[in-house]
C-alpha cells in the first residue's frame, strides 16, 4: 500500500472507523499504519470542529433562515445529515486535495469521483460524476457546483516524508523488538551421549517438542537426558526494555505531532494534552478552521448568489465564534458589559452560549444604558 492506497483509505473511511495500528501485522500495511492513523486523527478533529459550525444565510444584510440555511444546517440530502455532509466535505477536501459537491433537485451531494475538463476563458467541466455506485448522466458547470481545493503543498511532502523516515523505523524497531522477546542458549551434549544407540531419535524429539513446549509455556521444566546441559543465553534479555517497548508510543507520538503541524493543527489537541487548552484551541481555529471556514463560506456565496444578490447584502457565512464552550457563569459580567454596550442584543448573546432564543420583541433590540452614552446625549441639564 503506498501513500496513494493511504490516502484514499482515511478519505473513505466511516466517522466510526479507527485504522487500528493494533491489529495488524508487520507488513507493507503494517508499515503505514502509524501514518494513516495520525493523519486520521488530525483530520477528523478539523472535520469534528467545522462541522459544528453554522453556515448562516444573510438577506438585505440580516441573518435568515429559509430554505438554503435548512440545505446546509438540517438536511442536504436524503442520506445525510447536515453534520455527516460537513464532515465528509472536510475529510475529502483536505486528503484528497479537493472535494466536489453537485446539485440534484433539492438535494446537494458530495461526489466521490468525476472528471475534469479545465479550460482558459471558459468555465471548467465536470463530468462522469459518481457517487457511490451511481453515475450521473450529465456534464456539470463550475457555476453548478461547489468545488473547493487545499493547496497547501507542504503536507503531502510532509507525508512521503514521515511515510518514508517511519518506515524504516518500524523495520528497524519491530526486528529489536521480537530478538529481545526471543529465547536462545547453549545445549552441551558430551560425546557419551552422543553414542548412545537412540541419540538421534531423542534428539529430533528434544529439539522440536520439548524445547518448543518449553520457550512457548510461561512456566515449564526441560526434561534432558544424562551428558546433556542446557544454558539459557537469554536470562537477562527475557524481558522486553522499557526503551524498547515504547519505542512505538514515541514513534505513535512523533507521527501524531507532524501530521499535526502540517495541517496547521496544535499538536497539544491531537496528543490530548489539557494545559493550556483554550491557547492550542484558538491557534487551531486561527490557522486551520477560519481558512477552511472562508473558503467554504465565499464557494457557497459565489456559486448560490448572484453579484445583484451579493450587492443587497445576501451571502453564506461559516461561523466558527461557537466552537469553544462558554460558561455563563463565569462570562456574567461580561455578558452584562456585551449587553449594556449595545454591542450585541439579549438573544444574539444566547445563540453565541447555546441557549434557545427568547420568542420576544425586546430579545432582539440593542440597549445601551446611560455610560455608555454621549457626552452631548447623556445626562440632565442643570438648567
Not at 493547496?151 to 514521515?162: A, W
Not at 484558538?282 to 450587492?311: C, G, H, N
Request: charged content about 25%; proline content about 2%; some cysteine.
Amino acid at each position: 500500500m503506498g501513500l496513494r492506497s493511504l490516502l484514499s483509505r482515511i478519505m473513505n473511511a466511516r466517522s466510526n472507523e479507527v485504522i487500528s495500528i493494533k491489529t495488524v501485522g508487520y507488513d507493507d500495511e503494517a508499515r503505514i499504519a502509524v501514518q494513516a492513523y495520525a493523519i486520521q486523527v488530525v483530520v477528523e478533529i478539523l472535520a469534528a470542529l467545522v462541522s459544528k459550525c453554522e453556515i448562516k444565510t444573510y438577506r438585505d444584510g440580516k441573518s435568515f433562515r429559509g430554505e438554503e440555511w435548512y440545505l446546509f444546517n438540517v438536511k442536504p440530502n436524503v442520506n445525510q445529515t447536515a453534520v455527516q455532509f460537513k464532515n465528509e466535505l472536510v475529510r475529502k477536501t483536505l486528503v484528497r486535495g479537493e472535494s466536489l459537491v453537485v446539485s440534484a433537485g433539492k438535494q446537494i451531494i458530495c461526489a466521490d469521483s468525476w472528471s475534469t475538463q479545465e479550460y482558459a476563458l471558459y468555465p471548467n467541466r465536470f463530468s462522469q460524476v459518481a457517487r457511490g455506485s451511481f453515475t450521473f448522466q450529465k456534464t456539470f458547470d463550475m457555476g453548478d457546483v461547489l468545488y473547493l481545493t487545499y493547496s497547501n503543498g507542504g503536507v503531502r511532502q510532509i507525508l512521503t516524508e514521515m511515510l518514508d523516515e517511519h518506515n524504516r523505523f518500524l523495520e528497524t524497531a519491530s526486528s529489536t523488538y521480537v530478538k529481545s522477546g526471543g529465547q536462545k542458549g547453549i545445549l552441551e551434549i558430551t560425546p557419551l551421549a552422543q553414542g548412545q544407540p537412540d541419540f538421534e531419535e531423542k534428539f529430533d524429539v528434544l529439539m522440536n517438542k520439548y524445547f518448543k513446549t518449553y520457550f512457548d509455556a510461561k512456566n515449564a521444566v526441560l526434561p534432558l537426558w544424562g551428558g546433556m546441559k542446557y544454558t539459557s543465553q537469554t536470562a537477562g534479555e527475557t524481558k522486553r526494555t522499557v526503551s524498547e517497548a515504547t519505542d512505538y508510543i514515541s514513534m505513535l507520538n512523533d507521527a501524531l505531532e507532524k501530521a499535526a503541524i502540517a495541517f496547521n493543527v496544535s499538536p497539544a489537541i491531537v496528543k490530548g494534552n489539557v494545559e493550556n487548552i483554550s491557547e492550542a484551541l484558538s491557534m487551531t481555529l486561527t490557522s486551520a478552521v477560519d481558512p477552511f471556514a472562508k473558503m467554504l463560506s465565499d464557494e457557497i456565496t459565489a456559486k448560490r448568489y448572484t453579484k445583484e444578490q451579493v450587492l443587497r447584502g445576501c451571502y453564506a457565512k461559516v461561523c466558527t465564534n461557537n466552537l469553544k464552550h462558554l460558561d455563563v457563569l463565569e462570562m456574567a459580567n461580561a455578558v452584562d458589559k456585551l449587553i449594556a454596550s449595545g454591542f450585541y442584543s439579549t438573544n444574539e448573546l444566547r445563540e453565541k452560549t447555546g441557549e434557545e432564543r427568547i420568542p420576544e420583541a425586546w430579545a432582539d433590540k440593542h440597549t445601551r444604558t446611560k455610560n455608555y452614552e454621549t457626552i452631548e446625549g447623556g445626562g440632565n441639564s442643570n438648567e
